[in-house]
């Protein structure tokens, strides 16, 4: 959202809820909900970026 970390600290609950609000809102969060498809796909995707990841140990 762009808030430093002492920025943050220095808001109270309800201005940091209302920023984030705000900055949802302003980003298109919210507006559509993500199928139980696009879900599905998600998660396989992510799965397999963390087992491409997982031998270059």
Known sequence: MGFTPQQ???MSMWQ???AFEGYVKAN???EE???NAEADDL???LQSKDEADSGDF
């Open 33 to 35: 909900k993500m199928s």
């Open 28 to 30: 298109g969060g919210g």
């Open 43 to 45: 998660w396989k995707w």
């Open 8 to 10: 943050v600290n220095a």
């Open 16 to 18: 940091f809820a209302a």
